[in-house]
C-alpha cells in the first residue's frame, strides 16, 4: 500500500513534524505492507504542481495534516487530487478534529478524519484499511456508513510517541526551523486554547531518547529548534533537566549559533529554573511568554488564573539577564476587556519592554470552549480561518479595526526593531502613553506596501510638528543606521554635516562603519554594519561625545 504523508507548511523556513510524526508511528507499529512517504509544500506554492507529484505516484492513501493556516488550501488540493486519483483521502489536525462530522458531511472527497495522537491512531487506521477492517475499531476515527457519519472515542495514550527523527527527516530539513516535542497536552485549561483538550498532560520519560533527539537536531544545521511543549517549565525538574543539558553541551556537541524556543508561564518560573536561564549563552535561547491579559475578570473568565505580580517580576528578571530574547504576548478581544481596560494591560505590557510585544487577537478555534459555549462566550467572529473576532459585548467592531491598525504601528515601529531610539524620544517629548503613540501612529500612518525609508519620512512629517524636528531627524537616522543600512536613509532625512569626512577617517579608520554627526545631540555615532544583531535586531553601535572627537582630530 503506498501511503503519502502530506502537509502544507506555512513558509519554507518550517518544517511541519506532523507527518514525520505519522511515519514514525508506522516504522514503529506497522503494518508492514504500508510505504509511507512524507512530501511537503507550503500554502503559497504551486498547489497544481504539488497534486501532480503527488498523483504521478499512484498512492492508495493521502493523508494531510490540518491546521487554521492549511485548511483551506489543504481541501483545494484534495479536490485536485480526487479529481485524479482514486485514493483514499484521510485527514488529521486540530483544524478537522473537533469538527469531523460536519466536514464529512460537507466534502464528499475526504473518506476519513482522524483524531487524536496520530503515531497510535494512524497504524491501526492503515491496518483496517488493508485488511477491510471494521472502521468501529479504530480510536478517533470519524467515517460514512449507510449515509450517516459515525465517530469513534478517541484513545488515551500512556506511552511515549516513537522518534520521528530518521535519515529522512534529516535529508528533508535542509536547515530549516526545526521542532521538538517532549512533552504532551497541557496542565491548563485557557478558554481560548485546544492545548489543554489535545490528550492528558505527560510528560515524556525516556531521558536518554530526549538528550539524543537533542544533539541531533542540533547538528543537523538548524539554526533554531523550537519546543513545542505547550507549557514547557509546567513540570519544574523536566524543564531544569533539559536546560542544564543544553547548558552542559553548548559550544561543544551542540554548536555555537543554535537557538532553543520555548514557551512558558511566566508566573510559575522558579528559582532553580530562572537560574539556569541567567546562565546560558548570549543567543543560546528565547523565550515566548504569553499573558493574553493583566486585566483581573479577564484572566478569570478565561480560565488563566495568573500571579500577575509574580509575572511581571520574573520578566524584568529574565529581561535583565540580557542573553535571551524575550517575546510576550496580548490577545485583544477576551471576555470582560474593553478598550479601557486592554489599554491599560497594553501600557502594562510595554513598560516591561521585552523585545516583543505581541498583540494578537482572539480566534474562535474548533474544539475551544469560547467556541463551543457562545451564551458564555458572546462574540461575532469570521467564519472562515482563522476565525478571528469581529466584535464583543467589550468591544466594538470600529474599535477591534482601530486595534489593528494600532498593531500594524507596534510591529513597524517596535516589534521590528527598527525606530527603538524614535518611540523612546516621542514617548518622552509628547508625554503620552505607548497605546496613545501607537493608535496615533497607526490611524495616521498606513504601513503597508510602503519601504523602511518611506516610513519614516511618513513618521517625520507627521510628527516633526509636533517636537524638535532636528532632534527627531537624528533620532530616525541613528535608527536606520542601526537597524537596516544607509541607503535606506530617504535623501530628506539624511544629516549633512562638513566635518563629516574627517570624523569618519579618525573613527572607522578605513574599516566598513558608518558613522553621523548628531550636531543636536552632540554625539556621534558609530555603527559597525558587519556585526551580529543583538537581541533587538541592531547592528552594534556606540555613542561617543563630539566635542571629544573635535578635539582629537
Known amino acids: ?142 467515517y460514512r456508513k449507510a449515509g450517516a457519519v459515525l465517530s469513534v472515542p478517541e484513545g488515551v495514550y500512556t506511552a511515549d510517541p516513537p522518534s520521528p527523527y530518521d535519515e529522512a527527516y534529516f535529508e528533508a530539513l535542509q536547515g530549516r526551523i526545526c521542532y521538538i516535542e517532549t512533552s504532551r497536552g497541557c496542565p491548563y485549561r485557557c478558554a481560548f486554547c485546544l492545548s489543554g483538550r489535545l490528550a492528558p498532560y505527560r510528560i515524556f520519560s525516556d531521558k536518554e531518547r530526549i538528550r539524543k533527539d537533542l544533539l541531533k537536531l542540533s547538528q543537523s544545521g538548524s539554526k533554531t529548534i523550537k519546543f513545542v511543549d505547550r507549557t514547557f517549565n509546567a513540570n519544574e525538574e523536566h524543564a531544569n533537566f533539559i536546560l542544564s543539558f543544553i547548558l552542559e553541551n553548548y559550544g561543544s556537541a551542540i554548536p555555537n549559533g543554535v537557538c532553543f524556543h520555548f514557551e512558558m508561564g511566566g508566573d510559575i518560573l522558579r528559582e532553580s529554573t530562572l537560574s539556569l536561564l541567567e546562565k546560558m549563552p548570549k543567543g543560546a535561547v528565547q523565550l515566548e511568554i504569553g499573558m493574553q491579559s493583566f486585566h483581573a475578570p479577564t484572566l478569570e473568565a478565561i480560565c488563566r488564573r495568573t500571579n500577575v505580580e509574580r509575572l511581571k517580576s520574573n520578566i ?109 524620544y516621542l514617548l518622552e517629548t509628547l508625554k503620552i502613553a505607548p497605546f496613545s503613540l501607537f493608535s496615533r501612529v497607526g490611524e495616521a500612518i498606513c504601513g503597508k506596501g510602503i519601504s523602511l525609508g518611506q516610513y519614516a519620512e511618513e513618521l517625520y512629517d507627521y510628527f516633526a510638528p509636533l517636537c524638535d524636528a532636528a532632534l527627531l531627524q537624528e533620532k530616525l537616522v541613528m535608527d536606520l543606521l542601526c537597524s537596516a543600512s544607509a541607503s535606506q536613509i530617504p535623501k530628506t532625512l539624511r544629516l549633512s554635516d562638513p566635518r563629516h569626512k574627517k570624523v569618519a577617517a579618525y573613527l572607522a579608520a ?36 563630539l566635542e571629544s572627537i573635535l578635539e582629537n582630530l
Request: aromatic share 10%.
Open 510 to 545: 578605513g574599516e566598513h562603519k558608518k558613522v553621523a554627526i548628531l550636531e543636536k545631540s552632540q554625539k556621534v555615532l558609530l555603527v559597525d554594519p558587519q556585526s551580529k544583531r543583538d537581541l533587538w535586531g541592531r547592528f552594534d553601535h556606540q555613542f561617543f561625545e
Open 316 to 424: 524584568k528578571r529574565l529581561l535583565s539577564f540580557g542573553n535571551m530574547h524575550i517575546h510576550i504576548d496580548l490577545i485583544a478581544g477576551l471576555k470582560e476587556e474593553g478598550m479601557a481596560e486592554f489599554e491599560k494591560s497594553f501600557n502594562t505590557a510595554f513598560s516591561l519592554r521585552a523585545h516583543m510585544l505581541q498583540m494578537g487577537f482572539l480566534k474562535l478555534l474548533y474544539g475551544a470552549p469560547m467556541r463551543e459555549k457562545p451564551e458564555e462566550y458572546p462574540c461575532q467572529f469570521n467564519e472562515e480561518p482563522p476565525y478571528e473576532v469581529r466584535s464583543t459585548p467589550w468591544l466594538s467592531e470600529e474599535e477591534l479595526v482601530g486595534l489593528k491598525k494600532c498593531e500594524d504601528a507596534l510591529d513597524r515601529l517596535y516589534n521590528s526593531g527598527h525606530f527603538l531610539y524614535t518611540v523612546d
Open 1 to 142: 500500500m503506498k501511503v503519502i504523508l502530506g502537509c502544507l507548511n506555512a513558509k519554507y523556513i518550517h518544517m511541519s513534524s506532523a507527518p514525520w510524526c505519522l511515519a514514525a508511528g508506522v516504522r514503529a507499529y506497522g503494518p508492514k505492507e504500508a510505504d509511507c512517504k512524507v512530501m511537503e509544500a507550503t500554502i503559497n506554492g504551486d498547489l497544481d504542481g504539488f497534486a501532480d507529484e503527488i498523483i504521478k505516484r499512484s498512492p492508495d492513501v493521502v493523508t494531510f495534516s490540518c491546521y487554521i493556516w492549511n485548511i483551506r488550501q489543504t481541501l483545494e488540493l484534495c479536490r485536485k487530487i480526487k479529481a485524479a486519483c482514486p485514493c483514499i483521502i484521510a485527514l488529521g489536525g486540530p483544524e478537522v478534529a473537533y469538527r469531523a462530522e460536519a466536514l464529512l458531511k460537507q466534502e464528499p472527497l475526504i473518506d476519513y478524519i482522524l483524531s487524536g495522537e496520530g503515531e497510535f491512531a494512524f497504524p491501526p487506521f492503515l491496518r483496517m484499511l488493508i485488511e477491510k477492517g471494521d472502521p468501529a475499531a479504530v480510536e478517533g476515527l470519524a
